[in-house]
């Protein structure tokens, strides 16, 4: 029940599901549940097509929300250990 604790968190901050916030999370979920699928099932294509496509979406939010937001940004990385924060 780890998903359901941490939307109610990023739920209760931004009110909104539509949030960029919120789906940079859901896209950060299904990639680790993908990711899982296909260390069992090495040869499923669609299931990689599918999770480059997710990653790329995701990619892009993430873009979008360092040019509007560099705090949320750097906050959202750290919060999901998406990748490292470069400082300075």
Same mark, same amino acid.
């Given at each position: ?5 941490? $939307?109610? @968190? *990023?739920?209760? !901050? ?5 949030? *960029? ?8 979920? !299904? *990639?680790?549940? =993908?990711?899982?699928?296909? +260390?069992?099932? !090495?040869?499923?294509? @669609?299931?990689?097509?599918? =999770? ?8 892009? =939010? =993430?873009?979008?929300?360092?040019? !509007?937001?560099? @705090?949320?940004?750097? +906050? ?5 250990? $998406?990748?490292? *924060?470069?400082?300075?």
């Amino acid at each position: 029940m780890i998903k359901n604790a941490s $939307i109610f @968190v *990023i739920s209760q !901050k931004e009110k909104s599901q539509g949030s *960029i916030e919120f789906q940079v999370f859901n896209f950060t979920n !299904k *990639i680790q549940r =993908l990711t899982l699928h296909l +260390e069992l099932h !090495k040869k499923d294509y @669609v299931s990689q097509r599918g =999770l480059r496509k997710i990653m790329g979406k995701r990619q892009r =939010l =993430l873009a979008y929300l360092s040019k !509007k937001n560099k @705090v949320k940004y750097n +906050e959202l990385i750290s919060q999901l250990n $998406i990748r490292e *924060i470069k400082i300075g």
